[in-house]
């Protein structure tokens, strides 16, 4: 198929290591050679957010230079793919790298998209037996501008019945730092998100960011919703 090198971003790596494992089982399955630089760490967006652009300026330096043999690197995080593509033009602005930063923004792909768009594959010949609703992290929706793909992968999933949620594409509160300086808007909005996953009455919810999914899955287990709570790619990787 292809060569490509993942990045697992140290969300997933330190909290939810079966995402990034799942996301090597589906790319391993559909026949990619996938490597893996065991010295990257962070694509630099937590600093970014937190204000230290100047901290954040040497990880994204140390983001590209772990990645420069790479012709796709492919990320289970929709998050992580729209910082490097709308962010590091902004904080590589008239620095001397330019031609390294353009061409990390285009070798960058969020899991689903890379499916769909560049391999043009849409099932995996995963089983998962249930119902299912679609969350719509705001940076899968807002910055990659991805809303069909991940949707496209989950109605081929073999047993899988996906409903919609009322708001789907309402942000769920989590954003990172809001979360920590915004606590009870963070939490009424993930209440609201929570509510309406409930509404549907699915057995999974599912989504492309696992921040998203500890945020709502924080309220669903707290209220004892029957919810199980599943990133795309341990959904993709299910069943084989």
Not at 55 to 68: A, G, H, T
Not at 94 to 112: C, G, Y
Not at 134 to 163: F, Q
Not at 215 to 231: A, D, L
Request: with cysteine.
């Amino acid at each position: 198929m292809m060569d490509v090198h993942v990045f697992i971003p140290c969300f997933i790596d330190q909290l939810y290591p079966e995402a990034g494992f799942n996301t090597i089982k589906v790319l391993e399955r559909i026949g990619c050679t996938v490597h893996y630089n065991p010295e990257q760490t962070c694509c630099g967006q937590p600093a970014f957010n937190a204000g230290y652009w100047g901290e954040s300026r040497e990880i994204c330096n140390k983001f590209i230079q772990d990645f420069s043999d790479a012709k796709h690197i492919i990320t289970p995080s929709a998050s992580c793919t729209g910082f490097v593509k709308n962010y590091y033009p902004k904080i590589f602005d008239n620095a001397s790298n330019q031609k390294d930063v353009t061409a990390i923004q285009s070798k960058i792909f969020e899991l689903s998209d890379f499916l769909v768009n560049v391999l043009k594959i849409e099932d995996l010949g995963a089983t998962l037996n249930g119902t299912a609703t679609y969350h719509d992290s705001c940076a899968a929706l807002r910055e990659c501008k991805i809303k069909s793909e991940p949707r496209k992968l989950l109605e081929k999933v073999a047993g899988l019945k996906l409903i919609e949620m009322q708001e789907t594409e309402t942000c769920c509160g989590f954003g990172g730092t809001f979360a920590v300086k915004f606590e009870d808007i963070s939490v009424a909005m993930g209440e609201q998100k929570a509510q309406h996953v409930q509404n549907t009455k699915a057995n999974y919810l599912i989504s492309t960011d696992l921040s998203c999914l500890m945020h709502i899955n924080g309220v669903i287990q707290k209220k004892n919703y029957p919810v199980r709570s599943m990133h795309l790619a341990d959904v993709l990787a299910s069943g084989y």
